[in-house]
């Protein structure tokens, strides 16, 4: 939700074509059918958002696109200020969409959250790759990791590479 108070129409129009190159529209809305419409459903938090001339952008892509859009737009053009929105029905304060413009766009969460998968699949392999090597223990002689030994009384074992292990 903004409120578009001193825009021209040409400003209005252009965001409007970056809003749809993003998948979004943006309508300028009479307050009190807003809140008709609204009333009883997840967006009647919104009722108090509906102060001056509204405009609601709506989209159903990428709300990180649009939120970055119209905070873009909005430092821009001093005139446009964001009131606020919903996120899966939930109501954002207007610092909640700038921070949601911080976001990375979707496809970059998308190829993040797949490389994590991808790094959690083979640190799985990691321990398998020192399974030949002995371990030396505080007195110096070479033994493998005891299963039996477990809690605070566990002894220590230091791999002849650095690391410090302890066995479970």
Known sequence: MTEYRGLTVAQLNKLRRELQGAGASYRVTKNTLTR?????????????????????????KDPVAVAKILVRFA??????KINGGVLDGE????????????????EVLIAQLLACFKLRHLSCFVP?????RRWS???????RP???RRGPSAEVYRNTDGPVRVPN
């Open 128 to 132: 398998f790759k020192n399974r030949g």
């Open 91 to 106: 109501p954002l304060p207007a610092s909640s969409v700038s921070a949601l413009a911080k976001l990375p766009s979707r």
């Open 146 to 148: 005891s299963r039996h």
């Open 75 to 80: 430092e821009q053009n001093d005139k446009l």
């Open 36 to 60: 008709r419409a609204i009333k009883e459903t997840a967006f009647a938090k919104l009722d108090e958002l509906l102060r001056g001339p509204t405009g609601l952008v709506t989209t159903a």
């Open 137 to 143: 223990g505080s007195s110096g002689r070479s033994k």
